[in-house]
């Protein structure tokens, strides 16, 4: 073979070879999804092996470290869904009314102000927002209810909940102001054009236009709410045993017991912290659901409107 | 032609876009269920002009506006005029159609509710009926009334449009380039339905089309470079224009 | 927009509606709750920026008090004896019991009597903050006298920025927490950056965008930006301790764990940077006879870089205020000494700042906001720095 060619093979295997790298790459990022499907799961069964399924799912009685330890989960869902609630009453009035302000009614030169100073909002480390919920909020809303007459917990999901909804308000008036921008003007005009005023135009025609948008938004804010855990670690609270319906009281989130199993005294593979597996895989399935859907309903809205970029 | 009476009379119209003058001292009457043609090379302000009449620039915040427009001895500029109020009488129909991503029925049905024109119920289906009748679809949607207007063709949309335009029962329908944007057969049933509506309404049309201005229009407005070079019938404009400057567009120098 | 006022004479109008005015008024209503929403957000930013200021910045400078101390054989080995009875309660244990270093390091003080500013307890510092303070009412009474005297200053706290973790609140700073956010963060960079920057390679410039494979793996990059980071946490509990048997605790798994983490905002960031290179460029190279690595190595990504270190630069500020993940592995132990590798144990600032805010003492309040500001300047210096790269690299094609 001649020199030419001898070098032509060795470029070529040098472009394969460097090639395959890049794909190895990229696997990686494939790998680590089903990585943590996989550990989750594993450990999960492991668990599942030992305690029973369905009373996870369905039971209210949760006591590791005893003697007949028992791992029923729904005063921990039923708290978590609270303290969700909570946070996204607040962030979604918010998010999308400041999303509306923004891209319906505020000027140019107020827009690009303020909408840096929410990203700050957003970029705000999660145990920042927890020292505050703890130190600030918590106690400011017990000693309110006291002079109200009410007793409030130290712990009470509206501290928690309150915090985490601030944290969220970001995420949803982000995506909304993109979508409710993105709604093609010609609406507007044509709305406009038969006698209806901003408000209308922007409450009956914009606003229906951008539903799609507008709940995949509020799926994304759930979908970080139900997976936050510094803000509920540092103000939540521990008793995994409550039911209650009133957020002035103190109630746990699967994140918090996620760490309670793994931060404390037991062996590794005891049920008392492999539960911690079982949590984590409710958490995964259900962040998982939220976000696919949430992507798919960004989907049909981009087709509708022909957007290149969102 | 008996001229009839003065609908719109617009005297001394100016318009700035920040420091660009726009519409240079416009004086212009258009008359009564005719339909009046704006003509004039891409960026003549015709489109412009036609959006003062209805107060749409009023949402272009660099827009500033001096003259006046009278329509039935009132100007619609006075300070004690609504601008929403002026939407209802003077009534648009856009370039692209766009109808409201909601049934038919209800497209046509949300802005006399919101008015208040009609009540609820048997009083708005008289109301959509006879507006699509008017718009010479009712035929093809009365059996869809609840399907989305975007599942309409494009020429069917914009008649969509112009009958949820005179559901609000203004005096003016202004229209721009209504057709451009559809096809041949589609621009015919269109330009049928303006000569019918032309009965009941005052028509102000922009068309970047000469035929169809020849075809269709009672009178003719040549504008080029925010001027009103030209006003009058449009035979005569196209057969017998006065000024030079219509003489070149209508036969092509430029455009 | 012309203004609107109500007329009075409505024959003459031909435009006056009765009904527009309750339009109009829903209309104001509307818009005023819109700009409500945007003012609240923007209040709990000031409201929540202007506490952590005001817990925080008291940490900055602490209690000092000016006492005799007398070093000799006896003093150094029963430390409290080095100053006189009446103010033992109000000086720190701790700067008590650092003497006898301080003497072995520096010998000609040893059997003299001098005059030195001693480091305050934490409760005389509270005192001195009007914060929440327990000091029995005799040794109060020599803490008035020493006031009344000048003998108690506030100085800078370098403790603050020059110590570790301290169970003892006067004597605790950041230090560890520093070395160990360092340290780890370089474990994440060196992981997260070339496998990144790898992925969005190959997604940008070798993959065939239709395939279903690429498909397949944007997919997974996609959820892996969304899955919450406690599950990461677990994943690096499962893999990196059980399974690989690395240290618990060390930056080498805190580091891996956040890496994994950081992948998709580089290479989210790294594919737009890459994409926004024209095919122009690309076209040229090629049409000079270069292969595509060459294309891509020497042309493409070089006019990419600015874009790729400003995604690196806030995946990398991202990753510093993580806590749940590290905490799952270990992260929060109590770390006095600065970890000198990436297997000792450590910790980082945000799980300092979580341990501290766990703490009983009234003095941690204080350090612990402390220690969010120097996390924020940090945060908001690297952003600021990633937009400042952004705007300067920006080229416009």
């Keep these: 073979m001649s020199h030419f060619q001898n070098k032509q093979k060795s470029i070529q295997l040098k472009e394969d070879i460097i090639k395959y790298l890049l794909i190895s790459a990229a696997g990686i990022s494939v790998l680590t999804t089903f990585g943590i499907l996989f550990s989750i799961l594993f450990e999960a069964i492991d668990f599942f092996s030992l305690k029973s399924f369905t009373y996870f799912l369905t039971g209210n009685e949760w006591s590791p470290g005893t003697a007949n330890s028992k791992f029923g989960a729904s005063a921990i869902f039923a708290g978590t869904f609270m303290i969700t609630f909570i946070a996204i009453a607040i962030a979604l009035p918010i998010g999308v009314f400041s999303a509306i302000y923004m891209s319906e009614y505020a000027s140019d030169k107020v827009r690009s102000t303020v909408k840096p100073l929410l990203e700050i909002l957003a970029g705000i480390p999660t145990v920042v927002y927890g020292f505050f919920a703890a130190i600030t909020v918590a106690p400011f809303i017990v000693s309110v209810c006291d002079s109200l007459g009410v007793s409030a917990s130290y712990n009470s999901a509206l501290a928690a909940g309150v915090v985490m909804g601030i944290m969220i308000i970001p995420v949803i008036s982000s995506l909304s102001d993109d979508v409710i921008s993105a709604v093609p003007d010609s609406l507007r005009k044509g709305s406009l054009a038969l006698g209806m005023t901003q408000a209308e135009t922007i409450k009956d025609i914009v606003l229906p236009s951008a539903m799609p948008g507008i709940i995949s938004a509020t799926l994304l804010g759930i979908s970080k709410a139900l997976g936050e855990t510094m803000i509920v670690v540092m103000a939540a609270g521990m008793n995994a045993n409550k039911f209650s319906i009133n957020p002035l009281e103190d109630m746990t989130t699967v994140t918090v017991q996620i760490v309670a199993a793994l931060t404390g005294d037991f062996e590794f593979d005891s049920p008392d912290t492999l539960s911690a597996f079982a949590l984590g895989l409710v958490l995964f399935v259900v962040t998982l659901t939220l976000n696919i859907v949430s992507v798919m309903l960004i989907k049909k809205f981009k087709e509708k409107y022909k957007m290149s970029s969102l | 032609m008996k001229k009839n009476d003065v609908k719109i009379d617009v005297k001394k119209l100016n318009l700035w876009y920040g420091s660009k003058q726009a519409l240079q001292d416009l004086n212009i009457e258009i008359y009564e269920n005719q339909i009046t043609a704006l003509i004039g090379p891409s960026g003549c302000g015709k489109s412009t002009f036609l959006r003062c009449l209805n107060r749409m620039n009023d949402l272009v915040s660099s827009a500033k506006i001096e003259g006046e427009v009278v329509i039935d001895s009132k100007n619609i500029y006075d300070k004690d005029v609504d601008e929403v109020s002026v939407r209802k009488r003077i009534g648009m129909v856009f370039q692209q159609p766009n109808p409201f991503p909601k049934s038919i029925y209800e497209n046509v049905a949300y802005a006399p509710l919101k008015h208040g024109l009609v009540s609820k119920g048997k009083e708005c289906d008289a109301l959509v009926e006879k507006s699509l009748r008017s718009a010479g679809i009712w035929e093809e949607v009365k059996d869809i009334l609840t399907q989305p207007g975007t599942s309409l063709s494009g020429g069917q949309q914009q008649r969509l449009c112009i009958a949820r335009t005179i559901a609000v029962k203004p005096d003016v329908i202004l229209m721009d380039e209504p057709t451009s944007a559809l096809d041949p057969i589609s621009t015919e049933k269109i330009e049928a339905l303006m000569l019918e509506l032309k009965k009941d309404y005052t028509i102000v049309t922009v068309t970047h089309n000469m035929q169809q201005a020849a075809r269709i229009a009672d009178m003719t407005a040549f504008f080029h470079l925010g001027d009103l070079v030209e006003y009058d019938e449009t035979e005569t404009i196209f057969l017998n224009p006065t000024k030079q400057k219509t003489e070149d567009y209508i036969t092509g120098r430029f455009g | ?397």
């Design chain 3, 1 to 397: 927009m012309a203004n609107f006022t109500p007329i009075k004479k409505k024959e003459k109008n031909i435009f006056y509606d009765p009904n527009l005015s309750k339009r109009h008024a829903k209309a104001k209503i509307f818009k005023g709750i819109a700009i409500s929403a945007l003012i609240m957000s923007l209040l709990f930013l000031f409201i929540f920026l202007s506490d952590m200021v005001n817990k925080g910045v008291g940490a900055f400078k602490q209690t000092y008090i000016q006492v005799e101390v007398t070093y000799n054989a006896k003093t150094l080995k029963d430390t409290r004896q080095l100053i006189e009875r009446k103010y033992r309660t109000l000086i720190s244990r701790a700067w008590l019991r650092d003497i006898p270093r301080l003497v072995k390091e520096n010998p000609e003080l040893m059997n003299t009597t001098q005059v030195v500013w001693a480091l305050a307890d934490d409760q005389v510092d509270m005192y001195m903050k009007n914060q929440y303070y327990k000091i029995r009412p005799k040794h109060k009474a020599t803490l008035l006298e020493l006031i009344e005297n000048n003998r108690v200053e506030k100085h800078f706290n370098t403790i603050f920025f020059t110590k570790g973790d301290s169970k003892i609140a006067e004597n605790s700073g950041i230090l560890s927490a520093m070395i160990g956010t360092i340290l780890t963060l370089l474990v994440t960079m060196a992981v997260a950056f070339p496998i990144g920057v790898a992925t969005a390679v190959y997604l940008e410039e070798f993959a065939d965008p239709n395939s279903k494979l690429s498909s397949f793996i944007e997919i997974n990059i996609n959820n892996l930006a969304a899955i919450p980071s406690i599950l990461f946490g677990l994943l690096g509990l499962a893999i990196f301790i059980n399974l690989f048997g690395m240290p618990r605790s060390s930056a080498l798994v805190g580091g891996l764990t956040l890496a994994l983490m950081t992948l998709p905002i580089i290479i989210v960031s790294s594919r737009a940077a890459l994409r926004s290179v024209p095919a122009s460029i690309r076209q040229a190279g090629y049409g000079l006879g270069l292969t595509k690595i060459q294309v891509v190595r020497d042309h493409v990504l070089p006019l990419a870089f600015p874009g790729v270190m400003t995604g690196s630069i806030i995946g990398l500020a991202q990753a510093m205020g993580e806590t749940a993940p590290l905490i799952i592995v270990g992260m929060i132990a109590f770390i006095p000494d600065s970890p000198t590798s990436i297997l000792d144990a450590a910790t980082v600032m945000p799980a300092q700042i979580f341990t501290w805010a766990g703490m009983p003492e009234v003095a941690y309040i204080e350090r612990t906001a402390a220690g969010i500001l120097v996390l924020l300047s940090v945060l908001i210096s690297f952003n600021a720095f990633a937009v400042y790269l952004r705007k300067k690299f920006e080229v416009k094609w």
